[in-house]
């Protein structure tokens, strides 16, 4: 008899703009980019599940009782989990095998690209004819209720739906989505690591949640779409000093998606690289979520003319910034950058030029995964 094998793949993402918003009923703006996980499943017999990264190395669990193991091998068993919970599905052993060009740690959704990829292969193998809202709900609860980390919606669901040439503008309230084309002329995303690696489950990203919620009972709302910017100015003196600085995070990070937005589909780069600026001054003074290092990346690359602007990606603690370039200029801006950053700290930052690319699929044949470092 020949097992059934199956291929799938799932991209990794940037976000624009829309940092830390996806989790308080906001809106964000990611691009699937040309770097993936891939995953390759087949059925073995017995109970046992076989895991092989070629990053990480081997794990393996018994497909009936599904535990943490606070590694990386908790994103495959959390979706296991999550296809068990919720459609109650008796999961043969199987062997898994991942490749991946996604960085890890670098704020490009390494592990919802994983999370996915595996999912979108059980899907095929098991029949199990999910729809793509079924996708990307469980893979962020796997991630929230067997990971832990109360990560938002925006990866599992760039990961889903990602369209070729398309930055998708979503609304993490009504999950209303719209695809805005994605023609950058002369410019292009430049993506910048730090290289210092953040932990979203070491308890950060999760304090970062609850103080937003807890600043927003402090006003008596239920949804920061609720409220105003006027009506938090009024109300400043009711919250404490870092509550406050939160919540005007959000509602003016809103604001600067729906500016971008506006300036992507005008052409208007100069005023999107201004917008992504003042995001970071949010997200490092307000929010509180960036480094010194990435600060530092952020300055040098202020001082490049072919530079319109530029931020900090992801969910923040290190990992990467994301800037608007001249095209032309790519190659001289990372020199210099490069070497300013190694001069300052001693590390090497990584630079990577990522295209916008599609969708998880299924592959009827694996591709070879071009290893690709960066410039
Ligand atoms: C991580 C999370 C996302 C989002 C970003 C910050 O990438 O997985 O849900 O909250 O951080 O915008």
Redesign the pocket.
């Known amino acids: 008899m020949t097992r059934k094998c199956i291929h799938s793949l799932a991209p990794g993402r940037i ?1 624009i703009i ?6 308080n009923d906001g809106y ?1 703006l990611p691009v699937t980019i040309d770097r993936y996980v891939q995953v390759t499943v087949s059925e073995r017999q017995g109970d046992s599940i076989r895991v092989f990264s070629e990053e990480e190395g081997t794990c393996e669990f018994d497909s009936q009782a599904i535990s943490r193991s606070n590694n990386w091998c908790d994103y495959v068993k959390g979706i296991c989990w999550v296809l068990k919970e919720e459609k109650a599905v008796l999961l043969p052993g199987m062997e898994i095998r991942i490749s991946s060009t996604v960085p890890q740690g670098s ?1 490009l ?1 390494s ?2 690209a994983l999370e996915v990829a595996v999912l979108v292969a059980l899907d095929e193998l098991l029949k199990l004819e999910l729809s793509d809202q079924e996708k990307y709900t469980f893979a ?1 609860r796997a ?1 929230n209720d067997f990971v832990g ?1 109360k ?6 669901f760039a990961a889903v739906m990602g369209k070729e040439k398309h930055a998708i503008f979503l609304d993490t309230q009504s999950m209303h989505h719209e695809y805005v084309p994605l023609d950058l002329g002369d410019y292009a995303f430049m993506v910048i690591d730090s290289g210092v690696r953040h932990s ?1 489950s070491s308890g950060e ?1 999760n304090r970062r ?1 609850e103080e937003a919620n807890f600043a927003l009972r402090g006003l008596g709302k239920t949804s920061y779409r609720d409220l105003t910017i006027s009506e938090l100015l009024t109300a400043k003196k009711k919250l404490k000093p870092e509550h406050y600085r939160r919540a005007m995070h959000i509602i003016t990070e809103n604001e600067r998606v729906l500016d971008s937005v506006r300036s992507l589909k005008s052409s208007n780069f100069e005023n999107l690289g201004r917008f992504l600026l003042q995001s970071h001054e949010s997200l490092a003074y307000d929010y509180e ?1 960036s480094c010194d290092e990435v600060d530092s990346i952020v300055s040098l690359l202020r001082e490049e003319s072919s530079v319109t602007g530029c931020r900090m ?4 603690f290190g990992g990467s910034v994301i800037a608007v370039c001249e095209t032309d200029e790519i190659d001289a801006v990372s020199e210099r950058v490069k070497n300013s950053y190694y001069e300052s700290f001693g590390m090497n930052a990584r630079v990577f030029l990522v295209r916008p690319d599609g969708k998880a699929r299924i592959l009827d044949t694996p591709h070879l995964v071009e290893r690709r470092e960066g410039l």
Not at 18 to 23: F, K, P, R, S
Not at 151 to 156: L, P, S, T
Not at 313 to 316: E, L, R, S
């Open positions: 976000n829309g940092e830390h918003t996806d989790y964000v704020g959704s592990s919802a962020r991630e980390v990560c938002g919606v925006m990866d599992q979203l990203y949640r979520v990606m992801g969910g923040g």
